[in-house]
């Protein structure tokens, strides 16, 4: 990937999370910009986003994502303004969920803890016991 690409992936990023920064009353959770691809034509930008909500509804994630979708040629023409080049790149959002597995995966292993130290504390409570007698 050429430092053109990364130069302009970089700057998208920032100009588009401070975009749906100032959105933010327009969605259901807390939208967040976790990558940008861009094609080495530098005409076609893949936008990943995460939705993080405390109740995880399917149907607003989706009209989350139609509202980004439905902004995208109004953030392509903020995007022109600030980024001077030949061609402003199409953008396309698309649900990242990465962050939701990171998570869930986080979630599990902290459950797994848990109940290592139960278990060590039950052991421990045991050997105490029957020591003790």
């Not at 893949?46 to 509202?67: C, G, N, P, R, W």
């Not at 199409?90 to 939701?100: G, N, T, Y």
């Amino acid at each position: 990937m050429s430092l053109r690409v990364q130069k302009v992936q970089k700057n998208l990023r920032s100009i588009i999370a401070s975009y749906i920064l100032n959105m933010k009353g327009y969605f259901s959770g807390m939208v967040s910009v976790t990558n940008v691809i861009v094609t080495g034509d530098l005409r076609n930008a893949k936008i990943f986003v995460t939705i993080l909500q405390d109740e995880k509804s399917e149907a607003d994630i989706a009209l989350d994502m139609e509202t980004l979708q439905d902004e995208a040629r109004h953030i392509q023409k903020v995007i022109a303004k600030e980024m001077p080049m030949k061609f402003c790149p199409k953008i396309k959002f698309i649900l990242d969920p990465s962050v939701e597995k990171i998570i869930k995966i986080d979630s599990i292993l902290h459950d797994i803890g848990k109940e290592q130290a139960l278990k060590e504390k039950t052991k421990q409570t045991n050997e105490d016991n029957s020591s003790g007698s």
